[in-house]
């Protein structure tokens, strides 16, 4: 089984690079996390962002093959870390891949979304697409070493509680 990123933008800043490398790192042999980068379309120079949106889509989807496609969405369903673990432990136990698309600045064409099995919204605040990668590779971990009972993963304990902020 594989974990991948499939992202629109290539050359993100080495501070995002490191963040999503460091988590990508820890991840067991078993199951690791990969990063595959497409180009932006090439009508966002022209302003036509339907059409470079599409252009994208054919990059991202050819990309995520045949892989369990969950898209990152502003209007997806918010997730709890459980959540997240819940669902990576029953891809685990059944061998899929699983793709995590992020669009580029203008979002994701409606094939990605309907190609999408899950529709996932990491915040309602709007994150810029390249730190995206990084909280969900951190996301991923952190979900892996729930279901590992790996000490990481502290949420709802008593002593996070206590912790000053």
């Known amino acids: 089984m594989r974990l991948e990123i499939v992202a629109v933008g290539r050359r993100p800043p080495a501070w995002i690079t490191e963040g999503?490398?460091?988590?990508?790192?820890?991840?067991?042999?078993?199951?690791?996390?990969?990063?595959?980068?497409?180009?932006?379309?090439d009508a966002r120079r022209s302003g036509d962002v339907v059409r470079a949106r599409a252009q994208e889509a054919d990059h991202l989807l050819s990309a995520v093959g045949d892989a369990r496609l969950i898209a990152l969405e502003e209007t997806g369903k918010a997730w709890?870390?459980?959540?997240?673990?819940?669902?990576?432990?029953?891809?685990m136990q059944q061998g899929d891949d699983l793709a995590f698309v992020i669009g580029g600045a203008d979002g994701l064409d409606p094939r990605c979304l309907q190609a999408a099995e899950r529709r996932w919204s990491l915040s309602?605040?709007?994150?810029?697409?390249m730190l995206v990668r990084v909280?969900?590779?951190?996301?991923l971990y952190r979900a892996w070493t729930l279901l590992a009972g790996h000490p990481y993963?502290?949420?709802g304990s008593p002593d996070c509680a206590r912790r000053p902020l």
Do not use: I
């Not at 999503?20 to 067991?28: D, I, K, L």
């Not at 709890?80 to 891809?91: F, K, P, S």
């Open 20 to 41: 999503f490398e460091t988590f990508a790192a820890r991840m067991p042999r078993h199951l690791p996390l990969g990063l595959r980068e497409v180009n932006a379309g």
């Open 80 to 91: 709890t870390t459980r959540d997240l673990a819940d669902y990576l432990g029953d891809a």
């Open 124 to 129: 309602a605040l709007t994150l810029p697409h």
């Open 135 to 139: 909280v969900v590779a951190e996301q």
């Open 153 to 155: 993963h502290r949420g």
